[in-house]
């Protein structure tokens, strides 16, 4: 009986373990962007820069990173970015803008700020354009 009861406790032990450790792990990444749903069930987007919720500098690099063969254009709390303004990395795919001076934006404002992307398939054109948003906060 002596023997019982003791298992049954070791048994009790290990599986509050088990337990504690799965929260950890679920508290652990939830905080990573990998769960934004937006961006991980959709096949053309790969990245947003910065991610969703991220706290950054005003000067910080914003934009997408994209499937090859996908086109985008990028506005910051409602400004166009200029074509010429923006950065486009070929071999990732990646469009992006940095506030600066002589810039359409000289730095992001403080607190919120917000990125609305229109990405396309280069073959299907720029009518067949799908949106991606998202906010981000600057200090």
């Known amino acids: 009986m002596l023997e019982s009861i003791v298992l049954r406790r070791v048994l009790l032990a290990a599986a509050a373990l088990v337990g504690a450790a799965a929260i950890l792990s679920a508290l652990w990444l939830a905080e990573t962007d990998d769960n934004d749903v937006s961006v991980t069930g ?7 820069i910065p991610p969703r919720g991220a706290e950054v500098l ?6 997408i990173d994209l499937a090859l063969g996908y086109d985008a254009r990028l506005a910051i709390n409602g400004v166009a970015i200029p074509r010429e303004q923006l ?13 600066d ?19 396309w398939r280069q073959a299907a054109g720029a009518e067949a354009a799908s949106t991606i948003s998202w906010c981000f906060t600057a200090s």
Request: charged share 25%.
């Open 87 to 99: 950065r486009h990395l070929p071999n990732l795919n990646r469009f992006t803008f940095r506030p």
């Open 42 to 48: 959709n096949a053309a987007v790969d990245e947003l």
């Open 101 to 119: 001076q002589d810039k359409v934006i000289e730095r992001l404002q403080a607190e919120q700020n917000c990125v609305q992307a229109i990405y």
């Open 58 to 63: 005003s000067q910080e690099t914003v934009g």
